[in-house]
C-alpha cells in the first residue's frame, strides 16, 4: 500500500498547485479551491507514518517537494512552447498554469517546513504513546503544521502586497478552513491505517506462505 499512498500524496499535491488559481467563498471566508484538496496530503503522511514509520513519511514529503519543481519546470517549458496556429487559449492556458515567483517560493517554502514539522510532531507523539491516541497525534501535528503552512505561505506571498489587517484576515481565515478538516479527518485516518495494517499483514503471509 505504501505505494499507492505515495501516489496519492503526489497526485493531490500537483493537483492543489492546479486548483489553486480558482477562489471560492463560503460565508465570510473566501478560499482558493486547492483547500479541499491540500489538507488532505497531511491526512495521507500520518497514515504514511503510522504504518511504515518516520523515514516512509519523510521520504514522501521529499518526493513531493522535488515532484513539484520538476513539475513547474515542465509547465514553464510548456508556456514557452510556441501555440499551434489554430490553439487560440494561449493566454487562458498561460494564466491558470503561471504563478508568480514569490507564490511559487511561498509554496514551496511553506510546503517543506509544514510537511517536515507535521512528520516531527507526529513520531515525537507516536514515541510516547506506541500505537495508542492515533486521534491525537493526528489532529495535533496536523492542526500546528497547518498553522506554520498558512502564516509563512500568505506573508512570504503577500505582504507589502495588501494591508495588514487583510493579511491578518486572511491568516485567520484559511486556518479555520484547515483547522475544522484536520478536526472531522480523524475517523479516515483509523480506517486507511486499519486497512493498510490488514493488507501488508495478508501480504506478509502470502510471502510466507510462498517460500
Do not use: C
Request: proline share 2%.
Amino acid at each position: 500500500m505504501y505505494i499507492y499512498f505515495n501516489a496519492i500524496f503526489v497526485g493531490l499535491l500537483l493537483l492543489s498547485n492546479i486548483l489553486s488559481v480558482k477562489l471560492f467563498q463560503m460565508g465570510s471566508i473566501v478560499l482558493p479551491a486547492a483547500a479541499i484538496v491540500y489538507v488532505v496530503t497531511y491526512l495521507m503522511t500520518d497514515v504514511i507514518g503510522e504504518v511504515y514509520g518516520k523515514d516512509a513519511a519523510r521520504k514522501t514529503v521529499q518526493a513531493g517537494f522535488f515532484t513539484q519543481i520538476i513539475a513547474m519546470l515542465f509547465i514553464y517549458i510548456s508556456i514557452q512552447l510556441p501555440p499551434a496556429a489554430d490553439f487560440q487559449s494561449q493566454a487562458a492556458f498561460e494564466e491558470i498554469f503561471s504563478g508568480s515567483f514569490r507564490i511559487i517560493i511561498a509554496s514551496l517554502v511553506s510546503y517543506f517546513v509544514s510537511q517536515h514539522l507535521d512528520v516531527s510532531i507526529f513520531h515525537t507523539l507516536k514515541e510516547r504513546h506506541g500505537r495508542k491516541k492515533l486521534w491525537l497525534r493526528n489532529n495535533l501535528s496536523t492542526m500546528i503544521s497547518q498553522l506554520f503552512d498558512t502564516v509563512l505561505f500568505i506573508i512570504i506571498a503577500f505582504w507589502g502586497v495588501v494591508p495588514t489587517s487583510v493579511l491578518l484576515g486572511m491568516i485567520v481565515s484559511q486556518y479555520i478552513w484547515k483547522f475544522t478538516v484536520a478536526a472531522v479527518d480523524t475517523p479516515f485516518a483509523y480506517l486507511l491505517v486499519r486497512w493498510a495494517r490488514k493488507y501488508e499483514a495478508k501480504h506478509q503471509t502470502a510471502l510466507l506462505e510462498a517460500s
